[in-house]
């Protein structure tokens, strides 16, 4: 598959068919995630292949993304948060960067996958899936082979409107509206996670979810 077909094609997909996914199809999503750059090498990852139902019971009844509940294979990227360039959190960057290559090797391979934050806390990812305190949760990767592709979601702007030479060269207009909105929303998130997930709260996230949906 062509570069640009590779990018451009690739769609979050959240939607699967019943076909399961073999694991050889999962060994090699993961050793295309592990040929991404990593800070000083280091190459310090681990993946959690999920499988269980009970697993994702237990990520959905904290408050995980609700297309979840659809779901039967997907992968944990862990990163060991202990790295010494913890002002650029290279270990984020560097957990980040293989999640790009697992989604686009998924692709390829007539799969599709879609990256996942919307998780419970990063302590309650550690009590559920025994991981210790130097690895962070970077994120969760659903896979699967698609019913349907969704339609692209155009990008906003492109690359002339957000590059500039040398320095810094953007009109930042501040929009206290939008601001005010973002701060709300992280305030709404962190109650979110912190509240016994009853019925009505569910149906309520599961609504204001399909907002990230394409
Ligand atoms: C860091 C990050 C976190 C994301 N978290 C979620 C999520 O929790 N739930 C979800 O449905 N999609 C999530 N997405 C997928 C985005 O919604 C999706 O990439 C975006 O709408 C663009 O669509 P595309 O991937 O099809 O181009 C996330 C993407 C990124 C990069």
Known sequence: MELDEAIKGRRSVRRYSEKAVSEEILEQIIQAGM?????????????????????FDELLSFGAASFLKDVQTAILILYKNTSSNQEYKDYIQSGAAAVQNMLLKAYSLGLAGCWVCNLPSQRVMRQLFHIPRTYSVIALISVGYPTSIPKMVNRKKNAKDVTCLNAFGFDEETDPILDRKKALKRLLR?????????????????KLEKKFEN
């Open 35 to 55: 040929w991404a750059p990593t800070a000083c090498n280091d190459q310090d990852y681990r993946f959690i292949v999920i499988n269980d139902q009970n697993k």
């Open 190 to 206: 962190k109650i979110y996670y912190r509240l016994p997930k009853s019925s009505w709260i569910k149906n309520w996230a599961e």
